[in-house]
């Protein structure tokens, strides 16, 4: 089975924690990209990498971080810089020829709640 | 940042029904995509239409571009309960090769 698998499906931080939130594909795919959800919002991007051992900043990445060392593989760190962690995270990816020409596939979703 | 923004925000509609969502945006693009969301869960493509393209079909789902008005409509043909869902459209972004979403239409199909 091809897709996108994300873990853990719940996870809870205390203050001033780092977690790291899981991303792996077997799609083959060059672009992998990271996003958080916030309630009755859309998607805002944290970041992308379009190819191993490269990655650029979206458009919130202040306190998170990540790292592409296999091209199956995006972790995303939520760091304790961040002030306002708890939201819903989502791992996507897609064929690298332009994102926009392209459909991203979207994994499951990782729930985080700072407690 | 450019932006698609649906309207409207909500729509509750009874099964059996057509649903019509549209999304509009402020600059140029060359490609529209539509998405679903069901609750608590991950999006899902539903259909993506280029901009020298007035409008495309897949299954019970037709979307429409007009580029002149910088707009897209979805409309769903005969709902269903499992037409409940959230819609989401994501446009090119005007510099760098990524998407941007709005914020979505939360559907209800009413039994």
């Known amino acids: 089975d091809g897709g996108i698998t994300q873990s853990p499906k719940y996870l809870f931080r205390k203050e001033g924690q780092n977690v790291t939130l899981s991303c792996e594909q077997n799609?083959?795919?060059?672009?992998m990209y990271w996003y958080r959800q916030d309630p009755g919002q859309g998607l805002r991007l944290i970041y992308y990498?379009?190819?191993?051992?490269?990655?650029q900043k979206g458009d919130i990445a202040e306190g998170y971080s990540v790292s592409r060392e296999k091209k199956e593989s995006f972790p995303l760190t939520v760091t304790s810089a961040q002030k306002n962690p708890t939201a819903f995270y989502l791992c996507?990816?897609?064929?690298?020829?332009?994102?926009?020409?392209?459909?991203?596939?979207f994994g499951p979703g990782t729930r985080l709640t700072v407690l | 940042s450019q932006q698609g923004e649906e309207d409207p925000q909500a729509l509750s509609i009874q099964e059996g029904e057509n649903a019509t969502m549209n999304c509009s945006y402020k600059?140029?693009?060359?490609?529209l995509q539509w998405y679903r969301q069901n609750s608590g869960r991950g999006l899902v493509h539903l259909i993506l239409?280029?901009?020298?393209?007035r409008e495309k079909h897949s299954g019970r789902l037709r979307v429409t571009l007009d580029t002149s008005k910088k707009s897209s409509s979805l409309l769903i043909t005969a709902s269903r309960a499992a037409d409940t869902a959230s819609y989401f459209c994501?446009?090119?972004?005007?510099?760098?090769?990524?998407?941007?979403f709005g914020k979505g239409t939360r559907l209800h199909i009413l039994p």
């Open positions: 996507a990816s897609s064929i690298m020829q332009g994102s926009s020409y392209n459909e991203q596939f």
């Open positions: 799609l083959n795919h060059d672009a």
């Open positions: 990498s379009q190819i191993v051992n490269d990655f």
């Open positions: 600059t140029s693009i060359n490609n």
């Open positions: 239409i280029r901009s020298n393209e």
């Open positions: 994501a446009t090119d972004a005007p510099i760098d090769d990524k998407i941007i």
